[in-house]
């Protein structure tokens, strides 16, 4: 087995100027040196700010963790998160999750996140704008709250035909596939429908997690305090393979593929399908021989289930019912 290629870690370099190339901001150190970073990162990021960070030694692609402190109390903290807890309740009837965090090599070990903040950056029709004149998913994707997931995948595409003829940026198509990946997950939609009738409900870190995240906030110990999450990408790729129609599981309004040997999982709509379904299907689906040409965007997920005496993280990889290509605007 190779062994791990070795940790540079540089503390307190000092900003003293940055230079912006495509796609990225290269910042140059007081002492000497300097740090390629993602342009939508460099924005955030000025002369004088003091820079910890951690990166492998090396050509490698994984993305550096960094705490910045930015004047005496502001910092950011850039870092590869693993899977996030489900919420639940703290001091004065907040609630907030737990994200682990992944080969963290400045001390901290977890994210502290306030729902407040997750439903401000996964569950906002309009990010950026207060309370009062948010824009609902549903009408954001011009869908009725009890639309099935047939009508959703409808008003997505209508929806998004209309962006593209006027020449919309690429951030409002972002916005609508995100809208749509939200409410074509049945537990995501539960909690948006939750927090659309009680602000203060709690809600789920969308896929439980794993992905590259920013975010803003205080470290404490080995806990990082979230204020806001200003982005983050999740782990994902695009496969493509044949899925015979006899593997699907069929019930009433979509059909649902599970590959326990590959940890894959595929929900598919009526719109998907090349015929009609039912769950009478399931009785004689043996004797389906057509075959469905599956290219999709699947992103990690996973759940800690019970063996035995003890809980272990189960993990495996879900196609999302609309990619969301438009990282920066994430």
């Avoid at 190339?21 to 290269?26: I, P």
């Avoid at 090396?58 to 705490?67: K, V, Y």
């Avoid at 994210?111 to 903040?117: E, G, R």
């Avoid at 906002?124 to 009725?144: E, K, M």
Wanted: net charge positive.
């Amino acid at each position: 087995m190779n062994a791990p290629a070795p940790i540079l870690v540089r503390k307190r370099e000092v900003v003293v100027g940055k230079r912006y190339e495509a796609g990225s901001v290269e910042c140059t150190f007081a002492g000497g040196g300097s740090l390629r970073i993602s342009a939508s990162l460099g924005a955030h990021v000025n002369p004088g700010d003091e820079i910890q960070f951690s990166l492998p030694d090396g050509d490698s692609a994984q993305a550096p963790e960094l705490l910045i402190r930015r004047g005496a109390r502001e910092y950011l903290y850039q870092t590869s998160i693993g899977y996030v807890a489900r919420p639940k309740s703290g001091r004065f009837e907040q609630t907030f999750a737990l994200a682990a965090i992944r080969d963290g090599r400045l001390g901290l070990t977890c994210l502290h996140l306030p729902c407040s903040a997750i439903q401000s950056y996964f569950y906002s029709g309009n990010r950026g704008h207060g309370s009062a004149s948010q824009t609902s998913l549903y009408d954001l994707i011009r869908a009725r709250p009890n639309a099935s997931l047939k009508e959703l995948r409808l008003a997505w595409k209508l929806r998004e035909l209309e962006l593209l003829s006027i020449g919309a940026p690429s951030a409002h198509r972002a916005a609508l596939a995100r809208a749509f990946n939200i409410l074509s997950m049945p537990e995501l939609r539960a909690c948006y429908n939750a927090s659309l009738n009680d602000p203060k409900s709690p809600v789920l870190f969308p896929f439980a997690g794993f992905g590259l995240i920013l975010v803003s906030g205080t470290p404490i110990d080995d806990r990082f305090f979230v204020r806001q999450i200003l982005s983050f990408i999740p782990e994902r790729h695009g496969r493509h393979f044949k899925l015979p129609l006899r593997k699907l599981d069929y019930s009433a309004d979509k059909a649902v593929y599970r590959d326990s040997r590959v940890k894959l999982e595929v929900t598919l709509d009526p719109l998907l399908l090349p015929l009609g379904f039912e769950p009478s299907w399931n009785r004689w689906k043996h004797l389906l021989e057509t075959s469905l040409d599956v290219h999709a965007e699947f992103v990690k997920t996973g759940k800690y289930l019970r063996k035995g005496n003890q809980w272990k993280l189960v993990t495996w990889e879900t196609a999302l019912g609309k990619p969301d290509r438009d990282q920066s605007s994430r």
